[in-house]
């Protein structure tokens, strides 16, 4: 059992223990029977404090966007805690589920497939208020116009329908439907992957507008480090269905203390031909294992460059190396301490590479 990090000094929102969503895989048309079992989220414990932004960041098929539903509980965790303010979701149904769902929503990656195209913008933005009988008669079209004008879109857009909208006004069409019910937290799932670069910049500035006008809470689910360093306090990487480190976003990029980290780190390039003369590429071996048949011990020891014996045979405890930087590997101190100078220049350089992104989006949205 991995140890869950601590925030003693902050209200913690969301406190997750043991999480596990695993789908069974059958063969057989009648008869089905079950062969094995995908372990998309495989055992993870963290915290999201009240107010903050959690990055959440590895690569296609880690288990990012299945943790952000399991979550919510759209998919049913198989085995696990998700306790928001003291209530454990996990044992809520029915009414009681119904009425978390005021408190919690989701932002989805695709802005064309999570609207609904034969219903009107107004209609799609007034079902929850209805649902959950927030407002009457004429407040409600009042409370939809609001919350168009709040994402920045005119008010009188309510009965145009999703076809009639670009990418980046569709998606602020979805984060109006999710700010409908005024949530606390919200998961916001890959919510700028899918638009171009000009228009992530305002998606994710409005959303960091919100957030400080609203007080939300956000899980912010990304593969672009630039985006996930420029909105969130603090960054989570997956890997396999596990979290393999946790840390301020700042230490996380200038010091990465897992190897799967410091290869997705080395992979950001940067238009600077000295650095890149000097600068150590980390190339990963190998395949990602199956999730239906994950590798005992560490699930990155077959592609680790630093593995050893141990690596293959017992779990690394998910642990605090110090100032709330978490990691999951048995090298983590030796892996930080020897990190190479040409590493430590290449870290900074990705740092400022990454700055540089943001100020160049920043620039095209305004």
Not at 293 to 307: K, L
Not at 327 to 354: F, N, T
Request: hydrophobic share 40%; net charge positive.
């Amino acid at each position: 059992m991995t140890t869950a990090p601590t925030q003693a000094a902050d209200t913690t929102l969301i406190e997750v223990e043991g999480l596990q969503m695993h789908f069974p895989v059958t063969r057989g048309i009648i008869f089905q029977r079950r062969v094995g079992t995908v372990k998309a989220v495989d055992g993870l414990n963290f915290k999201i404090k009240k107010g903050e932004t959690l990055g959440l960041v590895g690569e296609s098929g880690c288990g990012k966007s299945t943790t952000g539903r399991a979550l919510l509980q759209l998919y049913r965790p198989t085995a696990g805690k998700v306790i928001f303010q003291g209530e454990d979701l996990t044992k809520l149904r029915g009414d009681g589920m119904r009425r978390m769902r005021r408190r919690v929503q989701m932002i989805f990656q695709d802005p064309y497939a999570s609207l609904n195209p034969r219903m009107t913008v107004g209609d799609i933005i007034a079902e929850p208020i209805k649902v959950h009988n927030l407002r009457q008669g004429k407040a409600v079209r009042e409370r939809v116009e609001e919350l168009l004008s709040l994402v920045g879109l005119n008010s009188a857009f309510g009965n145009r329908y999703p076809h009639e909208f670009s990418g980046g006004q569709r998606q602020r069409i979805g984060i109006a439907r999710a700010l409908a019910v005024e949530p606390e937290f919200v998961v916001c799932d890959e919510p700028v992957s899918a638009l171009d670069v000009s228009i992530q910049a305002q998606v994710v500035n409005l959303l960091e507008e919100l957030q400080e006008k609203l007080g939300l809470t956000y899980l912010f689910i990304a593969h672009d480090l630039s985006v996930v360093k420029h909105i969130s306090d603090r960054v989570a990487v997956m890997y396999l269905g596990k979290m393999v480190e946790l840390a301020d976003g700042p230490k996380l990029y200038s010091m990465p203390l897992h190897p799967y980290t410091q290869a997705l780190l080395s992979a950001v390039p940067i238009p600077d031909p000295r650095v890149e003369q000097q600068r150590r590429r980390i190339i990963l071996e190998g395949d990602v294992p199956s999730p239906l048949n994950p590798p005992p011990g560490c699930h990155f020891h077959t592609r680790c460059p630093i593995a050893i014996q141990k690596c293959k045979e017992e779990e690394p405890p998910f642990v605090d190396y110090g100032d709330g930087h978490f990691a999951a590997c048995w090298r983590a101190r030796e892996s930080g301490a020897l990190m190479p100078e040409v590493a430590k220049k290449q870290a900074d350089a990705v740092a400022a590479r990454i700055a540089a992104d943001i100020a160049k989006v920043k620039g095209a949205a305004d």
